[in-house]
């Protein structure tokens, strides 16, 4: 078993990979990291995110307090019979797998789990100042090679996707939540 952590703005107890969002690294679906802060640090940023949408209502009546929980979790690397992809570092395959992703409201692909670095807010900004010069190229080597120049993959830590069902159902909650400050 490999431990595991979500960092949510919403409390849960059953993990529904619908429910995730579409246009991320690597699909529509739920994610964990192995790094404890990483997964605190995203709960607080939707935290933020979200708190800053409320205060644009013009009504604000009914605004209720945000907190942020980080969920514990349990791997069981046993995953015969899914569909897995690994990626060891940020490379051209990488980021072209990222890239196809983001522009998907749901999964450009049909693996169960992807493990791979975490493409950041940093990440993000570099891969928008070469936006344009990617999609003329068609993602071409020497363009993705510059992109990935830029970037520091060794300080992107390691993302967990769960895509389906069955895979979501390898993780168990070690400790449900826990409230995190900020």
């Known amino acids: 078993m490999k431990k595991l952590y979500h960092g949510s703005i919403y ?5 529904d990979v619908s429910a995730g969002k579409g246009y991320k690294d690597f699909g529509k679906g739920f994610y964990a990291t192995a790094v404890p802060s990483h ?9 933020s995110i979200t708190e800053k949408r409320q205060s644009l209502l013009k009504n604000k009546k009914g605004l209720q307090p945000i907190t ?4 514990n979790l ?3 690397e046993d995953i015969s ?3 897995v992809k690994v990626f060891k570092e940020a490379d051209k395959e990488w980021l ?14 049909d693996y169960d789990i992807v493990v791979g670095p975490t493409a ?7 891969i928008n100042e070469y936006y344009d010069e990617l999609e003329e190229s068609g993602y071409s080597d020497e363009v993705c090679e510059k992109v990935i120049a830029e970037l520091k993959p060794e300080n992107l830590p390691k ?11 390898t993780l168990r909650f070690d400790k449900i939540k826990r409230q995190v400050v900020g």
Do not use: M, P
Request: glycine share 6%; aromatic share 14%.
């Open 11 to 15: 409390e849960f107890d059953v993990i």
């Open 96 to 109: 072209r797998f990222i890239l196809q992703n983001r522009k998907s409201d749901g999964c450009i692909h």
């Open 159 to 169: 993302q967990y996707f769960f895509g389906t069902q069955k895979a979501a159902d």
């Open 39 to 47: 997964a605190e640090r995203l709960a607080i940023r939707n935290k």
């Open 120 to 126: 950041d807010a940093e990440t993000t900004t570099i």
């Open 81 to 83: 019979g899914l569909k």
């Open 74 to 76: 349990l791997y069981s």
């Open 68 to 71: 942020a929980y980080r969920y």
